[in-house]
C-alpha cells in the first residue's frame, strides 16, 4: 500500500512562508512522481506541484509559480513544498499523492493531508 503522510502545515499570516513535508510510509518514493494538490473549502481539490522521480522535472500551477518550490529527497524518502509569499487564497487542506508520472493519474489514496491557513 502506497501510503503518505502530510505535514507541516499550520496557521501563518500573509507573506509568510511554511515548509510541507510529504513522507512514504513503508516504500521508497524512488520510483515515483510525487505530487502535491490542495482543496480549500467549497472548492475541488486541484493540482498545485509535481515532482519527477529523480527531482529532475517539476511543474507548478500558475496560481503558485515563482511562490512555491518543490523538491525530494529520496535518502530521506521525503518530498517538500516550500511556501513563501503566502496568500489567503492559499488556505487549504494540502495532500500529496504518489504518481507513475508527473502526466500520469494518482495511483494511492487520499491521506489525512496538513491544514494550510493564511490569515492576519
Known amino acids: 500500500q502506497l501510503q503518505l503522510v502530510e505535514s507541516g502545515g499550520g496557521l501563518v499570516q500573509p507573506g509568510g512562508s511554511l515548509r510541507l513535508s510529504c513522507a512514504a510510509s513503508g516504500f521508497a518514493l524512488d520510483y515515483y512522481a510525487i505530487g502535491w494538490f490542495r482543496q480549500a473549502p467549497g472548492k475541488e481539490r486541484e493540482g498545485v506541484s509535481c515532482i519527477s522521480s529523480n527531482g529532475g522535472s517539476t511543474n507548478y500551477a500558475d496560481s503558485v509559480k515563482g511562490r512555491f518550490a518543490i523538491s525530494r529527497d529520496n535518502a530521506k524518502n521525503t518530498v517538500y513544498l516550500q511556501m513563501n509569499s503566502l496568500k489567503v487564497e492559499d488556505t487549504a487542506v494540502y495532500y500529496c499523492?504518489?504518481?507513475?508520472?508527473?502526466?500520469?493519474?494518482?495511483?494511492?489514496?487520499w491521506g489525512q493531508g496538513t491544514q494550510v491557513t493564511v490569515s492576519s
Open positions: 499523492a504518489v504518481h507513475y508520472f508527473c502526466s500520469g493519474p494518482r495511483v494511492n489514496d
